[in-house]
């Protein structure tokens, strides 16, 4: 793929670290909002890097390499979820529901519904957990 | 067993962690892409292993301009149970998973924490196992449900399980001053219940911090 990168151990422990900060975060400030609708689009914002930091963990466990800086650009999607369906075909079914939602709830002006909320919350947990289990 | 090198229980070389890497993915590596993940292992080892591999069969090369690309070649009659072995760790996670369903008087939450769910066990480390007992329900059950899974565990993989029990009031009275806790919430490999529930019971600050 054009544009994965190298991974080293310390690459995937950060990642790591990070996708769990995120999830943390994520539920944290839906714990802390009076209405979870107050606050769906940073969560659902949220659980999108963390399923992105997931999936860098999957695919330096699984391929040795990862897409950072793709989703970054905001290019290039397709690429980064060809790379990890080639490490687990599961989760890359996972991080494309959560790329999908990534430009319009951080760029959109209508807020992510209660169905985003669930369909992130899924996503992200099932993410989190293969790069736990690797 | 290491769980982070399945293939070891059959041969404890660098041709059974080749293996492992080939056989989680279908994909073609180079040497040198190899060596980026068996770091331990030089690169020439990796070569010669390959060549060995090779020989018998079950890997296939192909070449790529100056490079060669190796694969694990899946028609092969050996490739089946290499994968199986191979996902060993993935398979001792969904076995848990099932028996801890199977239970009757099913935990709150339990979790592979310690070495395992770091990626950092050896041939002897403890398998550590969290169990959350929900404060209802037949506690001599429970308790047969808990030996017989630590016997199997032991059984399944040769390692000794040590399980750490707590009540589900426990957790959520003075959880929060458990530090294996907080372990289980950053690294633990979840097998029963939702994380979230775990994350929930210890909140990181008292709840008058939060408005402080």
Known sequence: ?134 | MDLAHPLAVVTPTLDGDILVVLALVDTAFTPRQLHGMLSQHSEDGIRRALRRLTSQGIVSDQRAGNAYLYRLSRSHLAAAPIIELARMRQTFLARLEDRLGSWGVAPVYGAIFGSVARGSMRIDSDIDLLLIRPDAGDRDRWDDLVAQLTADVTAWTGNDTRVLEFSESEVLRSGRQEPVLRDVVAHGLTVAGTADWLRRALPAKEPNDVRS
């Not at chain 1, 994520?26 to 399923?51: F, I, M, S």
């Not at chain 1, 951080?106 to 807020?111: E, F």
Request: glycine residues 6%; proline residues 1%.
């Open chain 1, 1 to 134: 793929m054009s544009g994965a990168r190298r991974c080293t151990p310390q690459v995937r422990e950060g990642r790591l670290a990070k996708a769990n900060q995120f999830v943390a975060v994520a539920r944290d400030v839906a714990d802390l909002a009076d209405q979870a609708k107050d606050v769906a689009d940073a969560y659902v914002t949220l659980l999108v890097h963390a399923g992105i930091a997931a999936a860098d963990v999957i695919c330096c466990a699984r391929l040795g390499e990862y897409a950072h800086g793709e989703y970054a650009h905001g290019v290039d999607h397709n690429d980064a979820i060809a790379l990890l369906k080639a490490a687990d075909a599961a989760a890359a079914r996972h991080l494309e529901t959560l790329l999908k939602m990534k430009t319009r709830v951080g760029y959109g002006h209508t807020p992510a519904s209660q169905e985003d909320l669930k369909k992130a919350q899924r996503a992200g947990d099932a993410l989190l957990k293969a790069a736990r289990a690797v």
